[in-house]
């Protein structure tokens, strides 16, 4: 995985180490699940098509130890 130099302190998620200013820690993106796009109207989330829906992404910290 590709590191880059941490601008702030950050916890890794993997292993809950420290990250340092200035360490060099990785980013990966996890996924919790779906969201729907729709907001067309106030249907209920069962009408919903399939196609409005996606997955509901976050960037999480990982150190460069857990990176490597
Ligand atoms: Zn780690």
């Not at 302190?9 to 340092?20: G, L, M, N, P, S």
């Amino acid at each position: 995985m590709k590191t880059k130099r941490s601008m702030k302190e950050r916890e890794c998620t993997i292993c809950d180490a420290f990250i340092y200013r200035g360490d060099q820690y990785g980013q990966k993106s996890v996924s919790l699940g779906k969201q729907a796009s729709w907001s067309i109207d106030q249907r209920p989330v069962e009408k919903i098509p399939a196609f409005a829906w996606s997955d509901f992404r976050v960037k999480v910290d990982i150190c460069a130890r857990c990176a490597a």
